[in-house]
């Protein structure tokens, strides 16, 4: 079991407080291709956050690879995030003074791998995503669907256990949606990579192989999705 | 922190991003510690300029000399003149046993020298050999008077720099040739190439000093002396003593002791302390308003290193996110405002290092420099170490702020 969730509760307290998680119980084996749907303010993003360790629960307990993910210093968890997590944003998140090559190469360079190394291994997966050509380019130069690659290749590059996609298609129009998309599948399929993606489009949902529902910071419906004819606006395709 | 060519790389990369910012920052800084070098240069080299004048002066010296009286005295009237004579260089040196040296000056002014055709007019001195206790002679050539000069009445003379241009404008060592002054032949034994602006009686380079006894005997001075040199003995004040010395000669020609115009005394001791304590007040505004300077420009920094980190919210988000430690990024701010402060800062002390550089040129003559106004290698390396003591400082602010930037920042401020 890769990811397991046991009874997470969250709360935040601004002011009025706001229980935001309600009880979260999830379980996702290696390898699953699983999305999380719901509508805004369902706490979907809050679980997405806590299953990439950039943000606390109050009750609970989130193994990760059989790890105890709870009160971990900030070193521990950058460390984590670093070696076990890819995350992937609907805004690309990328450093705008920085070229595609040094985007991707930016997490081997807190692991402290030599600059040598780092490069070819960015380039490896620049080449990879179809982006040999545009490594010495730099965000601001290129199309949505270019940037949303390299952050895939950022991801990739440390190797990790999960990708956590947080509305990756958000900001892209439907054709570079279905590419992307694609490449997740691909990822998966070849790679066995785990991918969890957060998104409120069911037609994104319907390219996974497990769409989990949530609701008012509770799980719903847990879908599977082999035949990827969930949602009747999902077939053939992604709609917009 | 590693200290590798990437991290410097990514320190560069956020300063050179908004590089007009960065430079006006920067200046700040540069303002600073160029002002404080100058500053610092250029009140050492005033210093000097101004020790210059007292140069080869005891700093403990008295000169008395004769005035009119102001005070009416044992049935005296006042606004009388008066001499000084060798008896009271004897009382003086018996009645006040804290004194150390005591040396008598007879002066004739604007006496001509000549040699062969070139003649110089300066003024004569007659003087005891202790003298150079008092006005130390910077001897260039040759000897300074010594007692058997002045026992044996010696036609010998020490001449300053100015009459040695004059009458040997061939140079070389004047020392056993002939000058002629009135008339009488004297043998130069030394060459004093003292330059110091305190005068006695005229200035040292304008002198020829001859033994006063022969000076005496030859323009038939008689007793009479003009002024009275006298040093005190180590650990003692000045002014303590001047009252005293001033009654045992007031007593023996009739005045009041207390009459300061009469027996005018000039304390160069009080002279010395008025210019240190005015070198210290300078020193002290220097310092204060070069570090005031510097730490206005450390304090810019500070500002500025909080906007971009404030700006830079997502970037840091991201690095997190990405796996981007908390001290990596504190170490990566204050590492940021370090180069900054200290690449200014460094600029600023060799910009005014050239300058203090071209200051001396100006002042050098004949390939010897008058003054120096360099600051020391020290107290550049000090400077910069202040720099970089400042540069953490200024940093630490912003980069605590940076450190607190939570990886989901990043994704909520889009």
């Known amino acids: ?212 529902h949530i609701k008012d910071g509770i799980i719903g419906e847990i879908e599977m999705n082999q035949g990827h004819n969930a949602s009747p606006f999902g077939t053939g395709g992604i709609m917009k | 922190m590693r200290i590798d060519r990437d991290t410097f790389r990514e320190i560069l990369d956020s300063i050179t991003r908004n590089r007009s910012r960065s430079l006006l920052t920067g200046f700040g800084v540069f303002w600073g510690i160029f002002m404080l070098m100058l500053l610092i240069g250029g009140g050492q080299g005033l210093k000097e300029l101004m020790e210059k004048n007292f140069e080869g002066f005891a700093t403990n010296t008295c000169i008395a000399f004769a005035g009119e009286t102001t005070k009416p005295f044992k049935g005296f009237k006042k606004d009388r003149s008066w001499a000084m004579t060798y008896k009271d260089v004897d009382r003086v040196r018996n009645l006040v046993p804290e004194l150390d040296v005591v040396s008598p000056n007879i002066t004739l002014w604007g006496r001509t020298a000549d040699r062969d055709d070139n003649t110089f007019s300066g003024s004569l001195k007659g003087v005891f050999a202790n003298y150079s206790k008092i006005e130390t002679p910077k001897l260039y050539y040759g000897r300074y008077l010594n007692e058997m000069d002045i026992d044996q009445e010696r036609k010998v003379c020490v001449i300053g720099k100015k009459v040695y241009k004059n009458l040997f404008p061939e140079g070389g060592d004047p020392c056993g040739k002939s000058i002629r002054i009135d008339g009488i032949y004297y043998q130069v034994v030394g060459v004093d190439y003292n330059e110091g602006n305190i005068s006695i009686n005229g200035s040292a380079d304008e002198t020829i000093s001859i033994p006063l006894t022969l000076m005496k005997r030859s323009y038939n001075m008689g007793e009479t002396i003009h002024l009275l040199c006298f040093t005190a003995k180590e650990g003692i004040t000045m002014s303590d003593i001047i009252p005293k010395v001033r009654e045992v000669i007031a007593r023996n020609h009739y005045i009041d002791p207390t009459d300061e115009q009469a027996v005018f005394m000039i304390n160069t001791q009080l002279l010395f302390g008025i210019v240190d304590s005015l070198f210290k007040g300078i020193n ?131």
């Open chain 1, 1 to 212: 079991m890769l990811i397991e969730l046991k009874d997470i509760n969250k709360t935040y307290n601004n002011g009025q407080p706001l229980h935001v998680l309600k009880g979260i119980n999830l379980e996702i084996e290696r390898g699953e291709f699983v999305s999380i749907m719901g509508s805004s303010g369902s706490g979907k993003s809050t679980l997405l956050n806590i299953l990439g360790i950039l943000d606390n629960y109050d009750t609970g307990e989130y193994r990760l690879d059989g790890k105890l993910i709870k009160g971990l210093s900030e070193k521990q968890a950058a460390e984590y995030r670093n070696r076990m997590i890819g995350f992937i944003f609907q805004s690309y998140n990328l450093i705008g003074f920085k070229t595609a090559l040094e985007n991707v190469e930016l997490p081997l360079f807190y692991q402290g791998i030599s600059r040598k190394k780092r490069e070819v291994m960015a380039m490896e997966y620049l080449d990879r995503l179809g982006l040999k050509d545009w490594s010495s380019h730099f965000p601001n130069e290129m199309s949505g669907g270019q940037k949303q690659r390299v952050a895939i290749a950022r991801a990739l590059i440390t190797r990790p256990e999960i990708i956590l996609a947080d509305e990756p298609t958000g900001a892209l129009d439907s054709r570079t949606s279905v590419e992307i998309m694609q490449l997740l599948k691909e990822l998966n399929r070849t790679d066995n990579m785990t991918i969890i993606v957060v998104t409120h489009e069911s037609g994104v949902a319907n390219e996974t192989n497990k769409i989990i």
């Open chain 2, 284 to 414: 002290f505004l220097i310092w204060l308003i070069g570090l005031g300077t510097l730490l206005a420009g450390a304090i810019g920094v500070s500002n500025i290193m909080m906007v971009s980190v404030k700006e830079r919210t997502t970037e840091i988000g991201i690095r997190r996110a990405i796996g981007a430690t908390p001290k990596m990024i504190l170490s990566q701010i204050i590492a940021e405002s370090i180069v900054l402060t200290l690449t200014a800062g460094l600029m600023g002390i060799v910009f005014s290092v050239l300058i203090l550089a071209g200051v001396e040129l100006g002042m050098t003559s004949d390939g010897i420099l008058k003054t120096h106004f360099q600051v020391s290698f020290a107290t550049a390396m000090l400077s910069a170490l202040l720099l970089t003591v400042l540069g953490v400082l200024a940093g630490l602010a912003p980069s605590l702020r940076a450190m607190n930037i939570k990886p989901v920042d990043a994704m909520r401020d889009e």
